[in-house]
């Protein structure tokens, strides 16, 4: 079992930068695929990356040259660097686990953290 907990977000202009954490808890982090996703109002819950346990990452195409997904086994988290910001990139923050890196379902999910990004 994982618990989830992201950290990061908040208000951001145009063109700024934020960086979400998200920290598991849990023995068996090293071997989970993370990921964030995103939601908007109004839209479908969205993958924007994934990182594989080991190290293989995914990126939607509206994040790719701007978001870097990275992990820290030793501490027990995952990153998302969001650079270059723009407002269509609002939305609630999820990080998600997958207990294997072929699934394409997530078997554990944190509560959100909402990035906001004004014009």
């Known amino acids: 079992q994982a618990q989830l907990v992201e950290s990061g977000g908040g208000l951001m202009q145009a063109g700024g930068s934020l960086r979400l954490t998200c920290m598991a808890n849990?023995?068996?982090?090293?071997?989970?695929?993370m990921a964030w996703f995103r939601q908007a109002p109004g839209n479908q819950r969205e993958l924007v990356a994934s990182?594989?346990?080991?190290?293989?990452?995914y990126y939607v195409d509206s994040a790719k040259g701007r978001f870097t997904i990275s992990r820290d086994n030793a501490k027990n988290t995952v990153n998302l660097q969001m650079n270059s910001l723009k407002p269509e990139d609002t939305a609630l923050y999820y990080c998600?686990?997958?207990?294997?890196?072929?699934?394409?379902?997530?078997?554990?999910w944190g509560q959100g953290t909402q990035v906001t990004v004004s014009s």
């Open positions: 998600a686990a997958a207990r294997s890196d072929v699934q394409t379902e997530y078997d554990y």
């Open positions: 849990g023995p068996t982090f090293s071997r989970l695929m």
């Open positions: 990182i594989t346990s080991v190290g293989s990452t």
